[in-house]
C-alpha cells in the first residue's frame, strides 16, 4: 500500500495543495487541447501525453512533483503521460479518478486554455 500512495493521489490532496498554494506540485491534464478547452482543474496546464518527450520536457523542474489526469476511470491517458513522464525521470503520481472524481467531488473547473488559478480561502 506504501508503494501505491507514492503513486497515486486523489482529488482531495490536490485540491488542499492548489488551494494553499503548494509549490513542489504541477497539475498537468494529459488530455487533448479540445479535452483541456472544454474544462480542467484550476491551476492545470494542458500536456497531451502523446507530445512528452526529452524535448518537450527540457524546461521541466526536476524537483517537483507532476500530478496528472485525465476524464476518469475510462481514461487511460493518465497513466500512459505519467508513464512516459517516468521514464524521463520525473517524479509522478496519476490523480485517481480523474477530473470526472474531481467534478463528482464539487470542485471547480474552468473553461478555454488559460490554466486558471483556485480562490484560495
Known sequence: MLAKLAYHTDVWDVYEDLKNGVTEIAVFDIRTKAQYEVAHIPGASNFP???????STGHLDRAITYVVYCDGIGCNASTKGAYALSELGFKVKELLGGLDFWKRDGYPVVAGMASGSLIRD
Open 49 to 55: 501525453f502523446r507530445l512528452i518527450t526529452q524535448d
